[in-house]
Structure formats: structure tokens, C-alpha cells
């Protein structure tokens, strides 16, 4: 087997896909930017390649059908860049990698909190213009804010991510409370299942860390954001389009709500319209860093062998069901599916 990889990929995790074949390394980084699907289309005929492992480059239907793909690894939480559709018509497995970020979101929320509530950047920036006159209580008096700790903390959508800022913050003695749907048990006792509108209503901070899906665009609109407190803040570190960004810019101008941090943006680089947004004295906003760290790319690669050893072991145990159909007995299947 020929694997093409374009997602970065450490020399060590290179290594242990060469126990499955010939693996060829085309990172799009260095290339500036992620592969149009007509240049990707040539790197896989370059290297006469059978499967493929990237990131975000454009994996549509042009490429798929070209091909004849034995897998699609994404080092992503979401295969967005894939057209799944046609892999799956194709019967090509598509794997990612959920929550390889999930570290790094969880201590920039936890960062950007800290850095909000107790006005570094309002006190670096006066501090800079060399705004200090007065006596050494004058910055003491003026920049006073608010301790992380304790603050009652809801999560909207408790996946991995989700998961991983609940437990960064339960360091802080903060009190965890979220809504998920789709997770039938909480993982500890100690995080509690709630309405969405219940954490509007009484969370002190409210995170968002939601996929984009037809159920959550604009999920979060002027009816849960008029039920937060005035001293409340929403975090936004997965995606702009699950907050309805009218009712947001209402709710900030209004001082309805103390603030927002946004690491999304609902044009990416940001239009007018976000710098709108961006620039409100009660907003904190960085560039859409939160997973944007080292090692995420070491946490990808990892995650992905360890999948692609069970998928291998999956394919090598119906080969030799094939062969010895008795084994299909011996061993079942159901535990295996991938």
C-alpha cells in the first residue's frame, strides 16, 4: 500500500504507518496553505497512492471518484474537508481524530477567562501609554476585576472538548453544569446535566463547544441570551454560526450581558460586519487559535494510528474469516466494528 500524508505527521508516527506501506510525505504547511482538490488529485497520482491522510485539504467528490482509496484519515475533530457522500458511496471508511485539540482549547478558554475577568489587557494597554501618574493604589483601584474561581460554569455540547474544559476548570473550584442531548450519562458525578435554558439563566459563564449541524445553526439566539445574567460572559471557541450573530451584537452594544470571548468569526479572515463584533470594548477576541498549539499535531497522529492499527486488525481478521468461516463463530463481530 501506497499512503500519501499531507496532515502533519512526526517522524515517529511515519514510522509506524510504514508497517502498513510505503508512506509519502507532502505536509500542506509548508506549502502555505491546504491543497485544492486538483492539486491533491496530483500528489495522489504522483505517488500512486491508496490511501490518504490529511487535514484540511479539499477531499471532494472530483478527487474521491478518481481514485481508488482504501481509506481517508482526517487528523480533524469533524471530516468537513471530505465529501463524505461520495466515500461512502465508494464504501471508502473515512476516520478522524475527535478532540485531538481538546488540551489545547481547554487552557486557552481557561487563559482568555482569566485575562477577561481580571482586565490584563485594559491594564497592559494603559500601562504601555504610560497612563500610570499617580500613586502606586491608582492601578490597584482602577483594574480591579473578578476571580475565576467559583464562577458557576455552563457548557453547551459536552463532547471531548467539552469534557476537557469541565475538568481544567473543576481545578478552579468552578461549578460545572452542561447540555448535551446527545450524551446519555454524565462522566462524574460532579458535572451536572442541564436545559439549556437553565445554564443561560444561572451560569456566571456560558461555553460554547457545539459542531456546526442543521440542529445547532443558530441555536443560541436573542431568547437565551436575553435570559443571562448582566454580569454573565459567552465564550465561543467552536464555530460563529451556532450563535445568532444579530442577537450577539444586541446583547453586547446593550451591555445586556458583561462581555464575550470570541475565537470565531462568522467570515474568516473577518469582514466589516465581524470587525463590528471584534472591536466592542467588552469583547476579547483572538484569530482562531484555541487548537492552534505544537502539539495538537502530535495528539492527531497518534489518535490516527491507533485507529488505522484497529481498522488493519479488523481487515485482517474477515480475511481470514474467509478462509475459516468457523472463526466468525469462535470469535464474533459485533465488538470489532469500527
Known amino acids: 500500500m501506497n499512503i500519501l500524508v499531507t496532515a502533519p505527521y512526526s517522524a ?12 509519502f510525505y507532502h505536509p500542506w504547511k509548508p506549502h502555505g496553505r491546504a491543497f485544492r482538490s486538483d492539486e491533491l488529485l496530483g500528489l495522489l497520482r504522483e505517488t500512486n497512492a491508496d490511501a490518504l491522510i490529511t487535514e484540511h485539504d479539499q477531499v471532494d467528490a472530483s478527487v474521491i471518484e478518481a481514485t481508488n482509496l482504501r481509506f481517508i484519515g482526517v487528523c480533524r475533530g469533524t471530516p468537513s474537508n471530505v465529501e463524505i457522500g461520495k466515500a461512502t458511496e465508494k464504501r471508502i471508511p473515512v476516520f478522524n481524530t475527535p478532540a485531538r485539540n481538546a488540551q489545547a482549547v481547554a487552557e486557552l478558554v481557561t487563559a482568555a477567562l482569566i485575562v477577561f475577568l481580571r482586565k490584563m489587557r485594559e491594564g497592559e494597554t494603559w500601562l504601555k501609554s504610560r497612563e500610570w501618574k499617580s500613586d502606586a493604589h491608582e492601578s490597584y483601584l482602577h483594574f480591579r476585576g473578578h476571580e475565576l474561581a467559583g464562577k458557576t460554569v455552563g457548557l453547551i455540547g459536552f463532547g471531548g472538548v467539552g ?3 469541565a475538568e481544567v476548570l473543576r481545578g478552579f473550584s468552578c461549578r460545572i453544569q452542561y447540555y448535551d442531548p446527545y ?3 454524565s462522566p462524574d458525578p460532579q458535572f451536572h446535566r442541564s436545559t439549556i435554558e437553565e445554564i443561560f439563566m444561572t451560569s456566571d459563564i456560558v461555553s460554547i463547544h457545539l459542531p456546526v449541524t442543521e440542529e445547532t445553526k443558530s441555536l ?4 437565551l441570551l436575553r435570559l443571562m445574567k448582566p454580569d454573565a460572559i459567552l465564550v465561543n471557541s467552536a464555530r460563529a454560526s451556532v450563535v445568532e450573530r444579530g442577537a450577539l451584537l444586541s446583547a453586547l452594544k446593550e451591555r445586556r450581558i458583561a462581555g464575550a470571548i470570541l475565537d470565531v468569526f462568522y467570515h474568516e479572515p473577518p469582514d466589516e460586519s465581524d470587525y463590528e463584533l471584534i472591536l466592542l470594548p467588552n469583547v476579547y477576541a483572538t484569530p482562531h487559535i484555541a487548537g492552534a498549539s505544537y502539539e495538537v499535531d502530535d495528539h492527531s497522529a497518534i489518535m490516527m494510528n491507533r485507529v488505522l492499527e484497529q481498522w488493519f486488525v479488523h481487515q485482517n481478521r474477515n480475511i481470514r474469516q474467509l478462509v475459516n468461516p468457523e472463526v466468525l463463530t469462535a470469535e464474533g463481530m459485533g465488538n470489532d466494528e469500527l
Open 163 to 165: 469534557q476537557r474544559v
Open 220 to 223: 443560541i439566539g436573542e431568547r
Open 12 to 23: 515517529e508516527a511515519r514510522e509506524q504507518l510504514q508497517a502498513y506501506g510505503n508512506v
Open 183 to 185: 450524551l446519555k450519562q
